[in-house]
């Protein structure tokens, strides 16, 4: 009994005492760190970039005060030219790129219908000469259709491809140097659609499809338009991306006032403002105290002031700055910042120049049988360097056409591979193959004398499969004049083609003798008809073009109102004659404009000679005709010098008809009447100065003041020419490139003509 409680007893002590000195030893070290505590997550930073027109490159100066304050951004959302804005961001461009390359783009050729005139075929540049459309529309299945946007966006869709190739290999836009969301509406739901993914340069385009302004854009099976519409101040995405702050920043338009109601065009522009603006302070009613809303003060600057870019910029860069200590908060350490910087990655540009090979060339969007006369159109072929200048310079080529209102591209290539294929879109107007344009011309002298003209011209491209066209012409008023022409390229890359056309017109005229008194009025008739065979100039003909044919003529020359002081020997019944023969025609032209150019060239010239006959009665007699004219443009600033001179002769056309060729209205001798100097032999010259004048109207490319100094004559034989015996006019005028073609207001004045005020609209 005894042994077992001693035992149990001595366990016990000993338990106990090396409880006691492992207690002592555990004491005699040094005590346990404490446990760290748990590390502060820095708050995820969204940007949140709102839609605004040209307003939104204000923008562009609130990134660089980010930068300055150096506040990482940890994701953008964008509606609209926030997208656009916030999209080149994101793909890597800093603050200082984004200012530098905005601004040294011409925002007014960004957005431009038209490709520069040069790069038109010479089909398409010869129109401007026909008529200035007032109206213009298209023809399609029946109905009549107007164009889906009234302004072009392929240079700025070229642009943004530009400064995003660097994207185009990754699956989402998560894995942009910062992960980024475009905005847009679905136009036939009406609801936002969030662009995340896909091609990153139509996403932002996609945004900014502004109603009537911009055509929407086909996506991925959806008709996106403007998010700006149902999503301009996007919160709730980056929300829904897990930014824990927003800094958001509204430069969209406010409402207009009372003033601006009382047209079609205010009254739709305040139901744009009306929808964006709710959806607007339906985002703002969302931020906590913990985000910021930046709203630049931007006056009375809209959203089509992109010519006004430096001072949206700083009006941008000042308002941030003045909000500098609200944005502190956001602000990293400099080592984090730098870290955040280099985390972003490279540029687009320093990845363009990696770019290998193009392995194909492959086109979307048309038929298989447009695709080889369109390749063999292009500079860019299998086998070359990827060149981004030279692939834009080929779409503008394709864009000079008129066929499509969408001319764009995209590089794919396997990601393990340097080989590239060139895959070009391109999508066919919808309101064509049928243009219609409806044009008038006017003048008068304010002294009882003035003409006015209705046009009527149509087009329809594509009239088969190897890209024919028929074109007509119609005027209606003080001349009638009616004209067609089916034109038939031929070869595999379009490098010739013939033409056959008929030309109709009846002319009322004033007849002058050699002193310039009228004589009476007469009225000339012709048709002719021809067969051309030619050659572009240049690719798609894009320098003009040569021709050869054969015409038939019919004319009819009928005197009336004859004065009683004219000879009885020149009273001459009425007449006609026929010819037939063979002609030359060469045009070429490089005007920059058609109206009030400020650089480049025009010449063209006719040589025609056959076999003439009276219809009445005689023996056939040989006949010729040539007419030259051309004009010369140099600018120096705002200053441009315009040179031109014209030469004409033709045998002397039957006894009793009107005179070949003629001098007289507006720049045409000034001071004359129209076809007051008239015979069979011409020599013209005129010098034009004008300054192109610093204001912007809206409803003119640009307002000019100027002149001219004009000489000529025209004579009945060629014994009779004699440079002492050239005739002077002269004007001063305002004048604008409108819509409707060049307006002016002039004085006029000649020493044996008139002086006097003249009024122009149309093609002089």
């Given at each position: 009994?005894?042994?077992?409680?001693?035992?149990?007893w001595?366990?016990?002590?000993?338990?106990?005492?090396?409880?006691?000195?492992?207690?002592?030893?555990?004491?005699?070290?040094?005590?346990?760190?404490?446990?760290?505590?748990?590390?502060?997550?820095?708050?995820?930073?969204?940007?949140?970039?709102?839609?605004?027109?040209?307003r939104?490159?204000?923008?562009?100066?609130?990134?660089?005060?980010?930068?300055?304050?150096?506040v990482?951004?940890?994701?953008?959302?964008?509606?609209?030219?926030?997208?656009?804005?916030?999209?080149?961001?994101a793909?890597?461009?800093?603050?200082?790129?984004?200012?530098?390359?905005?601004?040294k783009?011409?925002?007014?050729?960004?957005?431009?219908?038209?490709?520069?005139?040069?790069?038109?075929?010479?089909?398409?540049?010869?129109?401007?000469?026909?008529?200035?459309?007032?109206?213009?529309?298209?023809?399609?299945?029946?109905?009549?259709?107007?164009?889906?946007?009234?302004?072009?966006?392929?240079?700025?869709?070229?642009?943004?491809?530009?400064?995003?190739?660097?994207?185009?290999?990754?699956?989402?836009?998560?894995g942009?140097?910062?992960?980024?969301?475009?905005?847009?509406?679905?136009?036939?739901?009406?609801k936002?659609?969030?662009?995340?993914h896909?091609?990153?340069?139509?996403?932002?385009?996609?945004?900014?499809?502004?109603?009537?302004?911009?055509?929407?854009l086909?996506?991925?099976?959806q008709?996106?338009?403007?998010?700006?519409?149902?999503?301009?101040?996007?919160?709730?995405?980056?929300?829904?991306?897990?930014a824990?702050?927003?800094?958001?920043?509204?430069?969209?338009?406010?409402?207009?006032?009372?003033?601006?109601?009382?047209?079609?065009?205010?009254?739709?522009?305040?139901?744009v403002?009306?929808?964006?603006?709710?959806?607007?302070?339906?985002?703002?009613?969302?931020?906590?105290?913990a985000?910021?809303?930046?709203?630049?003060?931007?006056?009375?600057?809209?959203?089509?002031?992109?010519?006004?870019?430096?001072?949206?910029?700083?009006?941008?860069?000042?308002?941030?700055?003045?909000?500098?200590?609200?944005?502190?908060?956001f602000?990293?350490?400099?080592?984090?910042?730098?870290?955040?910087q280099?985390?972003?990655?490279?540029?687009?540009?320093a990845?363009?120049?990696?770019?290998?090979?193009?392995?194909?060339?492959?086109?979307?969007g048309?038929?298989?049988?447009?695709?080889?006369?369109?390749?063999?159109?292009?500079?860019?072929?299998?086998?070359?360097?990827?060149?981004v200048?030279?692939?834009?310079?080929?779409?503008?080529?394709?864009?000079?056409?008129?066929?499509y209102?969408r001319?764009?591209?995209?590089?794919?290539?396997?990601?393990?591979?340097?080989?590239?294929?060139?895959?070009?879109?391109l999508?066919?107007?919808?309101?064509?193959?049928?243009?219609?344009?409806?044009?008038?011309?006017?003048?008068?002298?304010?002294?009882?004398?003035?003409?006015?003209?209705?046009?009527?011209?149509?087009?329809?491209?594509?009239?088969?499969?190897s890209?024919?066209?028929?074109?007509?012409?119609?005027?209606?008023?003080?001349?009638?004049?009616?004209?067609?022409?089916?034109?038939?390229?031929?070869g595999?890359?379009?490098?010739?083609?013939?033409?056959?056309?008929?030309?109709?017109?009846?002319?009322?005229?004033?007849?002058?003798?050699?002193?310039?008194q009228?004589?009476?009025?007469?009225?000339?008739?012709?048709?002719?008809?021809?067969?051309?065979y030619?050659w572009?100039?240049?690719?798609?003909?894009?320098?003009?073009?040569?021709?050869?044919?054969?015409?038939?003529?019919?004319?009819?020359?009928?005197?009336?109102?004859?004065?009683?002081?004219?000879?009885?020997?020149?009273?001459?019944?009425?007449?006609?004659?026929?010819?037939?023969?063979v002609?030359?025609?060469?045009?070429?032209?490089?005007?920059?404009?058609?109206?009030?150019?400020s650089?480049?060239?025009?010449?063209?010239?006719?040589?025609?000679?056959?076999?003439?006959?009276?219809v009445?009665?005689?023996?056939?007699?040989?006949?010729?005709?040539?007419?030259?004219?051309?004009?010369?443009?140099?600018?120096?600033?705002?200053?441009?010098?315009?040179?031109?001179?014209r030469?004409?002769?033709?045998?002397?056309?039957?006894?009793?008809?009107?005179?070949?060729?003629?001098?007289?209205?507006?720049?045409?001798?000034?001071?004359?009447?129209?076809?007051?100097?008239?015979?069979?032999?011409?020599?013209?010259?005129?010098?034009?100065?004008?300054?192109?004048?610093?204001?912007?109207?809206?409803?003119?490319?640009?307002?000019?003041?100027?002149?001219?100094?004009?000489?000529?004559?025209?004579?009945?034989?060629?014994?009779?020419?004699?440079?002492?015996?050239?005739?002077?006019?002269?004007?001063?005028?305002?004048?604008?490139?409108?819509?409707?073609?060049?307006?002016?207001?002039?004085?006029?004045?000649?020493?044996?003509?008139?002086?006097?005020?003249?009024?122009?609209?149309?093609?002089?």
């Amino acid at each position: 009994m005894h042994q077992p409680t001693l035992s149990l007893w001595l366990r016990a002590l000993l338990a106990a005492l090396w409880l006691l000195l492992s207690s002592n030893a555990v004491n005699a070290q040094a005590p346990a760190p404490a446990a760290p505590p748990p590390a502060v997550q820095k708050p995820k930073v969204a940007l949140v970039l709102s839609g605004g027109g040209a307003r939104g490159l204000t923008h562009v100066g609130v990134l660089k005060v980010l930068e300055e304050m150096k506040v990482p951004v940890d994701m953008i959302v964008g509606t609209s030219m926030g997208a656009i804005i916030g999209g080149l961001y994101a793909a890597g461009m800093s603050a200082d790129d984004l200012e530098r390359e905005l601004l040294k783009v011409d925002w007014g050729d960004v957005f431009e219908r038209r490709v520069p005139r040069q790069l038109l075929s010479q089909r398409r540049k010869e129109e401007d000469f026909e008529l200035s459309p007032v109206l213009e529309i298209g023809f399609r299945d029946g109905e009549f259709r107007l164009p889906t946007g009234a302004v072009s966006t392929r240079s700025l869709e070229l642009l943004l491809r530009r400064y995003t190739l660097s994207t185009r290999l990754l699956a989402t836009f998560d894995g942009l140097p910062t992960p980024f969301r475009a905005v847009a509406t679905d136009m036939e739901t009406g609801k936002a659609v969030v662009l995340d993914h896909g091609d990153l340069a139509a996403a932002m385009r996609a945004s900014m499809s502004v109603p009537g302004v911009f055509a929407p854009l086909d996506l991925e099976g959806q008709i996106l338009g403007d998010g700006g519409l149902v999503n301009n101040l996007p919160v709730d995405v980056a929300r829904r991306m897990g930014a824990d702050v927003i800094i958001a920043v509204n430069i969209g338009t406010p409402l207009a006032g009372r003033e601006t109601l009382g047209s079609l065009l205010g009254i739709t522009t305040q139901m744009v403002n009306i929808l964006t603006e709710q959806n607007v302070q339906a985002s703002i009613a969302t931020l906590t105290p913990a985000d910021l809303l930046i709203q630049p003060s931007l006056g009375k600057l809209t959203s089509a002031d992109f010519e006004k870019a430096p001072e949206l910029v700083k009006i941008g860069l000042d308002h941030a700055r003045s909000v500098a200590e609200a944005l502190r908060r956001f602000s990293a350490d400099p080592a984090g910042y730098a870290q955040w910087q280099a985390s972003r990655g490279m540029n687009a540009q320093a990845y363009a120049e990696r770019m290998g090979q193009i392995k194909a060339v492959r086109f979307e969007g048309v038929p298989e049988s447009r695709v080889e006369p369109l390749a063999l159109a292009l500079d860019t072929a299998p086998g070359q360097r990827v060149n981004v200048p030279q692939i834009e310079a080929d779409l503008q080529k394709l864009s000079a056409t008129g066929d499509y209102d969408r001319v764009d591209y995209r590089l794919e290539r396997v990601r393990d591979n340097t080989d590239e294929t060139l895959v070009i879109g391109l999508r066919e107007n919808d309101w064509g193959p049928n243009y219609l344009r409806l044009g008038l011309d006017l003048r008068t002298d304010f002294d009882g004398r003035g003409d006015f003209n209705l046009l009527i011209g149509h087009n329809r491209h594509w009239f088969n499969d190897s890209g024919a066209e028929w074109r007509n012409r119609l005027q209606i008023g003080a001349s009638l004049a009616a004209f067609s022409e089916l034109y038939q390229p031929l070869g595999r890359a379009n490098d010739s083609f013939v033409a056959g056309y008929v030309d109709a017109s009846l002319k009322r005229l004033e007849v002058y003798g050699a002193d310039g008194q009228a004589l009476g009025t007469g009225t000339r008739q012709g048709l002719k008809l021809g067969a051309d065979y030619g050659w572009p100039i240049g690719l798609l003909g894009r320098y003009g073009d040569l021709r050869l044919g054969v015409q038939l003529g019919l004319h009819k020359a009928t005197p009336e109102l004859v004065s009683r002081e004219v000879d009885d020997s020149e009273v001459i019944a009425t007449q006609k004659w026929r010819d037939v023969g063979v002609r030359a025609a060469l045009i070429s032209d490089q005007l920059d404009y058609a109206n009030f150019p400020s650089s480049g060239y025009r010449f063209q010239s006719e040589l025609a000679a056959g076999r003439r006959r009276l219809v009445s009665g005689g023996d056939d007699v040989s006949f010729n005709r040539l007419e030259m004219n051309g004009s010369t443009v140099h600018s120096w600033g705002a200053h441009t010098l315009n040179v031109g001179a014209r030469f004409a002769r033709a045998t002397r056309v039957p006894v009793g008809a009107i005179d070949e060729f003629s001098l007289g209205g507006f720049q045409q001798l000034s001071g004359y009447r129209v076809g007051q100097v008239a015979g069979n032999y011409l020599l013209f010259g005129r010098l034009t100065y004008y300054q192109r004048l610093p204001w912007n109207v809206g409803v003119a490319r640009a307002l000019f003041a100027g002149g001219s100094l004009e000489g000529g004559n025209a004579w009945a034989s060629r014994r009779d020419i004699s440079i002492h015996g050239l005739r002077w006019g002269t004007s001063l005028f305002i004048g604008a490139d409108t819509g409707m073609g060049p307006l002016y207001l002039s004085v006029v004045s000649a020493p044996k003509g008139y002086t006097g005020l003249y009024l122009f609209l149309g093609r002089p």
